[in-house]
């Protein structure tokens, strides 16, 4: 059983909105640092925005500031991706990551921060 299943991904036109999410199944991650990553053809995987489960704290690559907003639901473990004005630059696979150590995000960003990870979700933006 995959501890982080992502769903939401999708093919949409350049402005358009997709809403992503991340759900922890026989894990509980409410007082971790959990994230999204994304890796586009021919490209480095990058961290695109993280959060602490346990609070408010947010973290976002410049990149996406102001346009990706993530978010989080205890009740239902899981950790969304709210993504707005998309472009042709944000096609890539999508990951989710999860920290099982408690405590907030370092920043969040980077991939060393995390011990888990999702089968990932294809995201396709077009011109």
């Known amino acids: 059983q995959e501890p982080l299943v992502e769903s939401g991904g999708g093919s949409v036109q350049a402005g358009g909105s997709l809403t992503l999410s991340c759900a922890a199944s026989?894990?509980?991650?409410?007082?971790?640092?959990m994230g999204w990553f994304r890796r586009a053809l021919g490209k480095e995987r990058e961290g695109v925005a993280s959060?602490?489960?346990?609070?408010?704290?947010?973290y976002y690559a410049d990149a996406v500031k102001g346009r990706f907003t993530i978010s989080h639901d205890n009740s239902k473990n899981t950790v969304y991706l709210r993504m707005n004005s998309l472009k042709p630059e944000d096609t890539a696979m999508y990951y989710c990551?999860?920290?099982?150590?408690?405590?907030?995000?370092?920043?969040?960003?980077?991939?060393?921060?995390?011990?888990?990870w999702g089968q990932g979700t294809q995201v396709t933006v077009s011109s």
């Open positions: 990551a999860a920290d099982s150590s408690f405590g907030d995000c370092y920043s969040g960003l980077l991939p060393d921060e995390y011990n888990y």
């Open positions: 026989g894990y509980t991650f409410n007082r971790n640092c």
């Open positions: 959060i602490y489960t346990g609070g408010r704290s947010t």
